[in-house]
């Protein structure tokens, strides 16, 4: 099911994306077509859960881009 | 010629010109033919060559008389004359155009030519030779040769020209680029020959079969333009008995005829350095290897040059020495050499390694390889007891993670999951008391909490604790979560107490088994062990074998005595003891070869435990004197994991916690599992990796521990290291190898994460697959698997037969199980994918039309056994697994079923054998045959010469009267067998579906975002559900429908959906 989040890290390689102060890593692997995609980027991507609650996003692509001032007022 | 002649009487002119003729200028000429008539044979009987040059006389000319052009020279000719001759209509000969080529440029008088004389074209230049000459001249009925088409393109493109053409000059076949198999068969027909040159300077020839066959027929040694497709065993044992020896350049020049033993043997056999080109696949006889092998020694030089050696088993297993190059090397081999180099402490070498080496198999760079191993390189000094501890520490603190994570993933399944519902069940308990007045009710909870904690709290406190909330409860106050959380929290620690002692116990007894005692503490073990066969040999009076007389052993007890009889603590102790006191001691210890406490103490009555203690230890003392002529046999050094138990548990003095033996061994399996692409995402890394290296030499002492799971961190480690410090700027000092440990439980989670494969991969291919390939293979698995999903025929007649308590079918082919024929039931089968030496095997199993396998299944649908099928020619053979002990009724069961289709079908199916090699068949009243080819055509199905006869089309009384076809082609197809519609589908069939279809989109775009909305299919959410083997069709609550298909050529899926479909009265509304 797609879901979507704000990128809160990502060094490049890897990163975290948040949802509703959800934390879901990610990898570059699971960005589509190796799209570039910063800190503060909307994206969508889909939800897998592994043991024991980590979350990873897959298949995820840009939608929009928040500015950091926005994200961080909304925290 | 002077003007005024001019103005003569036309009679003087006619003379003037007629004796002057060769004099005239072209002024003249011009002058002149105003006046007077000048005849044009004038040109022919007369000589000036200024005349028969000029184009403009030759103009006047043609004016009178159009035949004149003969006279003139190819100079006179311009394109207005030219033209004149055209419009003239003037009959142009052969010979005309030796002189005259230039006639030919006209188009109008080149077209007559050829309509009038078809043959001219030979003297037409190639650019002359356009369509329309082409088209007159196959109007004409002209013959092309082969000149013809060489020089111009546009003969090739008539189509009857071509026929004709061939059907004249056969050899004109050569020159055709589009060459129809009409053409070929014509030119077969009409004599054509090929010969060597013709393939290669026209390699096209070569796609035709009926050129290869008739080049062959003429001479053997063409076999070796044959190409992969259309080399076969017939023709190459055929070239081989008409006396064809392949040369040096055949096999350089023709790869494929490497393969076959009746080419290489009689190669070898001549020349036996040829044996280096031996193919990969090809089994010759280990005769004909010997004995090359005695003339010719192969060097490390020819294996690093032609590698197919290493591939092929028949050669390898002829040169030991070699043995690292072998392509069939196992993985334990592999581990062993690899161990033995990084334990001398070498740079792994290629040379030392060769299977390091790409070309033999290497999955990952050697120069990346020893860079890691610099990497995780630590000291490791097995006698340092300061070390030894830490390791223990370390090693306390991994299982401690472990147990936590084991704690977490058995959560769901305990009594009672949380705090929850441990007050969920007190509060209906409560309430049933106090409903029924019955405090009884409390016991049951009581017993239940009292397992749950594994008894670590008394009844009787858990007793009183729920009876106190029972008073609050019936007072009315309040018994909210709040108020039992207290209670319930150190139930539930006393619980995970419980669980984790019993669980931590549970693997330090598993590691204690894997463990290695320290060298101190077998020692001290094997010297109990010589103690006791001293004293054994001192009770059957074997003194010889102790090394001594007897006499020197009643020495060494006079000794003992003096030495107890002058000891100071024996004299202060006040007990008065006399020699004959300990002669009296003296005896039962010759007797026995020991000596008790409780003896001295009943002998000398005394007191003074101390002193009788020494006393014992004395005469001990002196057994230890003779253990030197003791030794222990291999069986009496052995020490049981049941005698290690017994030591006290798992500690840093007795055991080897850091060995360095352990720690060669999971660095040699972690370097062969490792791949290009790993290797080099964990050297992106190198600088940090040394962090986690220590816990090296304790993997694979817990599962969860293993070096799978190291892999993981190491290749996720950067990842895993921010997720765990929370820090995106590590300016901090932080000491990162302590971290690691303190959160080893997080680490080993989040590599494992990391690593893990995605959902749709592992769905697409379901549960059971992965769980039996692994998830780190699943999508080597998928990939093949979309290969086979989509195959439709097959040259063997499927079966489907119910047995009393099996049922055994085949022409499944998008059945996944199938592609576990090499790891379920014969998991010791080398027919896999993953596996180099039976892959081709495996895949023409599973996914060519000639290759088919039958499984048995009992019916709650789990493997029992399996078959495999070939079919070549005009048979089939069966190949059972090694060990199987199925009837050998049952496959002629299913011989007959094949049989019977293929007569049905009219195929040209005459035999079905069965190896005749599997010990388990009976093969009594069945015809046997032998063929080399039986064990050479089925590569790793591990057949042998000889098959038994099952079935065949006409009665066969002896094995004479078989006529094996390898190669004919086969003449019918056998569509696929279905998976019945099912009325009832499982969520996970229908998940399962949801994820092939998105693996098998084509449209990347398309798929990635079908991947983002992937949601597993959940039964709740439908009223009806329905499902074939690649389809399903579902009716959700509100009645809408939703269908799936994935994207397959067979007609059926759409057959069985309109089924549904119409038997549903159903119209889709949304697919999928």
């Known amino acids: ?75 | 010629m002077n003007r005024l002649f001019l103005l003569a009487p036309k009679t003087v002119l006619n003379k003037y010109v007629f004796d002057h003729f060769g004099d005239l200028s072209v002024e003249d000429f011009l002058s002149i033919r105003k006046r007077v008539e000048i005849p044009s044979d004038y040109f022919s009987t007369h000589k000036n060559d200024v005349l028969k040059q000029n184009s403009e006389v030759l103009s006047c000319m043609l004016d009178k008389d159009i035949e004149v052009f003969r006279n003139f020279d190819a100079e006179a000719f311009s394109q207005e004359c030219i033209d004149k001759l055209a419009s003239g209509n003037v009959k142009i000969k052969e010979e005309d155009l030796e002189k005259y080529p230039m006639l030919l440029e006209n188009k109008k008088m080149c077209e007559s030519m050829i309509r009038e004389n078809p043959t001219l074209v030979k003297k037409m230049k190639d650019s002359q030779i356009t369509h329309r000459i082409v088209s007159l001249l196959a109007e004409s009925g002209y013959v092309p040769d082969e000149e013809d088409f060489l020089r111009c393109p546009s003969f090739a493109q008539n189509e009857g020209f071509v026929r004709k053409g061939i059907e004249n000059h056969p050899n004109v076949i050569l020159q055709i680029p589009n060459l129809s198999l009409d053409n070929v068969t014509t030119a077969i027909r009409n004599g054509f020959v090929p010969k060597k040159e013709h393939f290669y300077s026209y390699p096209h020839l070569k796609k035709f079969n009926q050129l290869l066959i008739r080049a062959f027929e003429s001479d053997p040694s063409m076999i070796r333009i044959f190409d992969k497709e259309h080399l076969s065993s017939t023709y190459v044992v055929e070239a081989s008995k008409r006396g064809y020896i392949a040369s040096e350049m055949d096999l350089i020049e023709n790869p494929d005829l490497t393969k076959y033993p009746c080419i290489m043997e009689p190669v070898i056999k001549k020349n036996p350095k040829l044996i280096v080109y031996l193919g990969a696949s090809c089994p010759i006889h280990p005769m004909v290897i010997k004995e090359a092998l005695q003339n010719y020694q192969i060097t490390k030089q020819d294996l690093e040059r032609f590698p197919n050696l290493a591939r092929n088993e028949s050669i390898m297993c002829h040169l030991p020495q070699f043995r690292l190059y072998s392509m069939h090397l196992t993985e334990k081999e592999k581990q062993k050499a690899l161990e033995d180099v990084i334990k001398r402490k070498q740079n792994v070498t290629i040379d030392a390694l060769p299977f390091l080496d790409y070309r033999f198999g290497a999955k990952a760079d050697i120069k990346k390889l020893n860079k890691l191993i610099q990497c995780l390189d630590i000291l490791i000094d097995e006698e340092d007891m300061d070390e030894q501890q830490r390791y223990f520490q370390i090693l306390d603190k991994v299982i401690d993670g472990i147990v936590n994570i084991r704690y977490a993933q058995n959560k769901s399944s305990f009594l009672y999951t949380d705090i929850v519902s441990l007050h969920n069940n007190l509060m209906s308990i409560l309430q049933k008391m106090s409903i029924t007045q019955n405090p009884n009710y409390a016991d049951a909870f009581v017993v239940n909490l009292h397992t749950f904690v594994g008894k670590r709290i008394s009844r009787e406190y858990l007793y009183k604790e729920i009876m106190q909330f029972y008073q609050m409860y019936l007072e009315g106050q309040n018994v909210d979560l709040p108020v039992t959380s207290a209670f319930f929290n150190f139930v539930l620690n006393e619980h995970r107490n419980d669980f984790s002692n019993k669980e931590k116990s549970e693997i330090l007894k598993d590691v204690e088994g894997k463990m290695t005692l320290s060298q101190k503490k077998v020692n001290t073990i094997w010297n109990g062990r010589k103690l006791k066969e001293v004293a054994y040999r001192i009770q059957r009076r074997q003194w010889s074998s102790l090394g001594i007389t007897e006499a020197q052993f009643h020495e060494m007890i006079q000794n003992t005595e003096e030495e107890i009889l002058n000891n100071k603590d024996v004299k202060k102790s006040g007990m008065d003891i006399k020699k004959a006191d300990l002669d009296l001691l003296a005896i039962p210890f010759s007797v026995n070869g020991a000596l008790t406490l409780d003896l001295v103490q009943s002998i000398l009555n005394g007191q003074n435990i101390e002193v009788m203690k020494f006393i014992v230890h004395k005469f001990e003392q002196m057994k230890f004197k003779l253990i030197s002529n003791i030794t222990l046999s291999e069986e009496q050094k052995e020490i049981s994991n049941l005698e290690k138990e017994k030591l006290g548990g798992l500690n840093h003095k007795d055991y080897t916690i850091i060995e360095k033996n352990r720690y060669v061994k999971n660095l040699a399996s972690l370097l062969l599992k490792l791949e290009d692409r790993t290797v080099n995402k964990i050297l992106e890394k190198e600088e940090i990796i040394h962090e986690v290296a220590y816990f090296l030499p304790l993997l694979d002492l817990i599962h969860e521990f293993s070096v799978d799971t190291f892999l993981n961190i190491l290749s996720n480690y950067n990842r895993v290291r921010y997720k765990i410090v929370k820090e995106k700027d590590s300016s901090l000092k932080i000491d990162y190898s302590n971290l690691i440990l303190k959160k080893i439980e997080d680490v080993i989670v989040l590599a494992n994460a990391y690593s893990s494969i995605d959902n749709i991969t592992l769905l697409a291919l379901g549960e059971n697959i992965v769980s039996c390939v692994g998830e780190q293979n699943s999508k080597q698995y998928l990939n093949f698997y979309l290969k086979i999903i989509d195959r439709l025929m097959g040259s063997i007649p499927p079966v489907c037969i119910q047995m009393e308590d099996y049922s055994i079918e085949s022409g499944f082919y998008s059945d996944p199980e199938r592609l576990l024929i090499g790891k379920k039931i014969a998991d010791t089968s080398c027919i896999d994918l993953l596996n180099l030496s039976g892959v081709s095997t495996y895949v023409e199993t599973l996914s060519l039309r000639s290759g088919d396998v039958a499984l048995f299944k009992d019916f709650q649908n789990n493997l029992l056994s399996r078959v495999l099928i070939f079919r070549r020619g005009n048979f089939i053979q069966m190949v059972t697994r090694f060990s199987d002990k199925t009837s050998i009724e049952v496959y002629k069961k299913i011989a007959e079923e094949m049989m019977e289709q293929a007569i049905a079908m009219q195929d040209n199916l005459d035999y079905i054998f069965i190896n005749a090699d599997n010990k388990n068949l009976d093969e009594r009243g069945y015809i046997t045959v032998q063929d080399p080819r039986f064990k050479s055509s089925f590569p790793h199905a591990d057949t042998c010469v000889s098959a038994i006869l099952l079935s065949s089309r006409e009665n066969v009384q002896n094995s004479s009267a078989i006529r094996l076809d390898f190669d004919v082609l086969e003449k019918k197809s056998y569509m696929k067998l279905r998976k019945q519609i099912s009325y009832q589908p499982t969520e996970e069939e229908i998940t399962r579906l949801r994820a092939l279809s998105i693996v098998m989109e084509k449209d990347v775009v398309e798929r990635e975002n079908k991947a983002r909305d992937f949601d597993p299919f959940y039964k709740e959410e439908y009223r009806e559900v329905y499902c074939g083997e690649d389809w399903y069709i579902a009716i959700r609550e509100d009645g809408s429908l939703e269908e799936l298909a994935l994207p397959l050529q067979d007609p059926r899926i759409y057959e069985e959906m309109k089924y549904i479909k119409k038997n549903l009265h159903l119209k889709g509304n949304k697919t999928l």
Do not use: C, W
């Not at chain 1, 979507?4 to 390689?13: L, R, S």
């Not at chain 1, 960005?31 to 990873?56: M, N």
């Open chain 1, 1 to 75: 099911m797609k879901t979507i989040g704000v990128v809160h890290f990502y060094n490049g390689e890897y990163g975290v994306i948040l949802r509703e102060k959800e934390e879901i890593d990610f990898s570059i692997e699971d960005i589509s077509f190796q799209q570039e995609i910063h800190e503060g980027d909307l994206v969508a991507f889909r939800v897998e859960e592994r043991f024991p609650a980590i979350k990873l996003a897959r298949n995820i692509t840009r939608i929009d881009h928040i500015s950091k001032n926005t994200i961080e007022k909304e925290e």
